[in-house]
């Protein structure tokens, strides 16, 4: 006997082995009529039973394939779970009045054993039937029935797990991954076709091949060993792990690839299996954003995100360097009396100048504007940057000819030592800024060096530290919110919680002036958790008060991660309030993303896992790689506003914000554009695939007693209506 199972696993073991109606197959019909040869019988049946009828997969002797469940002897089988035999039908009790005994096929005897699987399911039966009864049915002929059941049912597998075969083999041929099985000791065994377009080498040559023909050859010593260590059963280290290496093409090529490698036991010992995928694409992508991140697309030279890493990685090798920082003088005007497209020229012009004037090799970058910057690596003599400079000053004593028009444009310039003046790379430039600023008061071509005068005036932002610590004590903060709207249409999506700092006597001021140093602030902290809980309680009020709003979004510190429970504060704070994961999004900068350790990627990630969105703030002025995006499991890309001022009228600008939108789509993220002004603006954006952005087309930020979202909403019907 075997152990019961249900009728619903019963019949879904039955429907896998692909039976039910299938055409006749001579592995059964050969079944069927050695049995009717055997035993000296008419009919011979491969009987399967589902739920409402019987189905004969083989039926020597008989012309139906099917009848009622009810009916047949076969059906008894499934309760009884044992060899069924029937010497005369018209004397037994069970039997008698069937229609199959008083009527065709006029049945006297029966034997039927059950089609068992290997977990002792009830599939159906063997059976033989006879017109004529018959005196005994002996222990022999029990056995010998039994036998040829068994049988039938190791075909039945032997069949399922074929077609399980040309059904894996089927899938591996049209996915467009790369599938590659081994064994462990490096022959490959399996190759699908996306493999072959791969790397080039057809599946007929590479069958019992060397994985080394894949691998490049500084790689191959350590992929071996790492063979060696599996067939001596070891672990698989990167077992369900996906990882990015280099390979290599037939044509002797190396390109990146992604790779998920699985191992499991197979008839000769362990075996691997990977799957690959080509990144050349991606990487390249990730290239080019990695340029547009620390190079400034219109001049070729690095932004301020490329040279403060300069100046960081100078600091960090030599210790010493001298930083000049200057701005132009007239540009603006220029800018705004012959356009914009002749002073991008301008700029380019003065980047072409610039580097001819710089000696050695000087680092050059334009900062932002009309601002540009020098790192002299190495180098802490004052009187050798003053001569620097003053060559500097001399490139701009010929005027630029741009368009036919011969512009006149002058700098000055301020400079920093290290280590005399800092040893971080933030503190130097921001010592040779003030030095560029008293040099700018003096009037045009000056120069100047940071000193104890400038050392004055740092000091007095120091003490702007200390205001920030009373301003938390004091409760001087308070969020201001700006609506997040649905471009096609103007529907309100979410709101932006933003901080502002009402000061007692300077009254409010916009973060611009204190979040570069309360991001660096003790206070940082408590003032990043008083944000969630506000915000959160605004979104209550305003639900309350019949405002429908989705979600609203909160912006981050780092000093939030390095607490270690922000996870925590974000779930309690939800809980309290009464809210869902998915009424918050929290946004990070992209700062944050790229110094995320262990414990950050770990608290954005519980956080995600819980339903709360994770958007990536001021996206394209930095740079984070996408296996950081993928890591931290961000859901949302925000493109920063100086990109989106001048997107109709700077192709830069709408080639960024381009690519931006390009690999949000390919890693299926949402993206949202800030800095929204103009109809243009939304309309280029739009064209461009971005559907959501906020800016002061839609609403500026504002406390929520002094301009609701519930009246920017009504102001986006008419928003919307225009649009159309």
């Not at 077992?239 to 499991?264: L, N, Q, R, Y």
């Not at 010493?320 to 301008?346: E, P």
């Not at 680092?363 to 004052?382: S, T």
Request: glycine fraction near 8%; proline fraction near 4%.
């Amino acid at each position: 006997m075997t152990s019961p199972v249900s009728e619903e696993h019963r019949l879904g073991t039955i429907h896998s082995y692909e039976l039910f109606g299938s055409a006749p197959e001579p592995d059964y019909d050969q079944f069927t009529e050695l049995g009717a040869h055997l035993f000296g019988v008419s009919v011979c049946l491969v009987s399967l039973i589902g739920e409402h009828e019987q189905w004969l997969k083989s039926h020597y002797g008989l012309g139906q394939d099917r009848s009622s469940r009810s009916l047949p002897f076969c059906a008894h089988m499934p309760m009884m779970g044992e060899t069924l035999v029937v010497l005369d039908a018209l004397q037994d009790a069970r039997f008698r009045n069937n229609p199959h005994v008083t009527g065709e096929p006029h049945i006297r005897f029966y034997a039927g054993c059950p089609l068992l699987d290997e977990q002792g399911v009830h599939l159906g039966t063997f059976c033989i039937i006879d017109t004529e009864p018959r005196e005994t049915f002996t222990d022999r002929e029990r056995d010998l029935l039994s036998h040829l059941a068994r049988m039938v049912v190791a075909r039945m597998r032997i069949n399922r797990a074929s077609r399980a075969g040309i059904a894996l083999g089927g899938f591996a041929n049209s996915t467009s991954m790369a599938l590659i099985t081994a064994t462990v000791e490096g022959r490959i065994t399996f190759w699908n076709k996306a493999a072959e377009h791969t790397f080039g080498h057809a599946a007929e040559d590479m069958i019992g091949r060397s994985l080394d023909i894949i691998i490049p050859p500084r790689f191959r010593d350590q992929h071996n060993h790492g063979l060696k260590r599996i067939a001596a059963g070891g672990p698989v280290n990167l077992s369900g792990k996906t990882v990015e290496v280099m390979a290599i093409k037939a044509d002797g090529t190396e390109f990146p690839i992604e790779i998920t490698i699985s191992s499991w036991p197979g008839l000769r010992g362990m075996e691997i299996g990977a799957q690959i995928q080509d990144i050349s694409a991606r990487r390249e992508r990730e290239t080019r954003l990695q340029h547009l991140a620390h190079h400034d697309v219109l001049t070729g030279l690095r932004n301020r995100a490329g040279f403060i890493e300069s100046v960081v990685d100078c600091l960090k090798q030599k210790g010493v360097a001298t930083l000049l920082a200057l701005d132009l003088d007239g540009f603006k005007s220029i800018n705004d009396s012959f356009g914009h497209s002749t002073g991008d020229a301008l700029l380019q012009a003065i980047a072409i100048r610039l580097a001819s004037a710089i000696s050695g090799d000087g680092v050059l970058a334009r900062i932002g504007g009309d601002e540009f910057a020098l790192l002299l690596p190495g180098r802490d003599d004052p009187i050798g940057a003053r001569a620097q400079a003053e060559q500097i000053i001399e490139a701009f004593s010929q005027p630029f000819k741009i368009a036919g028009h011969l512009l006149h444009v002058g700098t000055g310039i301020g400079f920093s030592l290290a280590p005399l003046h800092a040893t971080d790379a933030e503190e130097l430039f921001l010592r040779a800024d003030l030095a560029l600023l008293a040099a700018k008061r003096e009037g045009g071509r000056r120069i100047r060096l940071f000193d104890a005068g400038m050392a004055n005036q740092l000091a007095a932002q120091r003490a702007f530290r200390t205001e920030l610590r009373q301003a938390t004590e004091r409760g001087e903060w308070e969020l201001h919110y700006q609506p997040q709207i649905r471009l096609s249409d103007g529907a309100l999506i979410g709101a932006e919680a933003l901080l502002r700092w009402r000061h007692p006597t300077r009254g409010l001021i916009l973060p611009s002036v204190f979040l570069p140093v309360l991001e660096t602030h003790r206070t940082a902290f408590a003032v990043g958790s008083w944000i969630i809980d506000e915000a959160c309680a605004q979104l209550v009020r305003w639900r309350a008060a019949g405002v429908a709003l989705p979600r609203i979004s909160v912006n981050l510190f780092a000093a939030q991660f390095t607490s270690g429970n922000l996870a925590q504060i974000v779930n309690e704070t939800l809980a309290r309030h009464g809210l869902q994961p998915t009424d918050l999004e929290l946004e990070i900068t992209e700062t944050i993303a790229l110094r995320a350790d262990e414990q950050t990627i770990t608290s954005l990630n519980h956080l995600r896992m819980a339903g709360m969105g994770i958007a990536l703030d001021d996206f394209g002025t930095g740079f984070a790689s996408l296996s950081t995006l993928k890591q931290m499991q961000v859901t949302r890309l925000k493109i920063d506003k100086s990109f989106v001022e001048d997107i109709g009228s700077a192709p830069h600008s709408a080639a960024i914000v381009s690519a931006i939108i390009s690999l949000a789509d390919s890693l299926k993220l949402e993206i949202i554009a800030e800095g929204i002004e103009t109809p243009e603006q939304r309309d280029m954006l739009l064209q461009l695939g971005c559907w959501a952005g906020q800016g002061y087309m839609f609403g500026r930020p504002a406390a929520a007693e002094e301009h609701t979202i519930a009246q920017t909403l009504s102001a986006q019907g008419n928003v919307s209506q225009s649009a159309a």
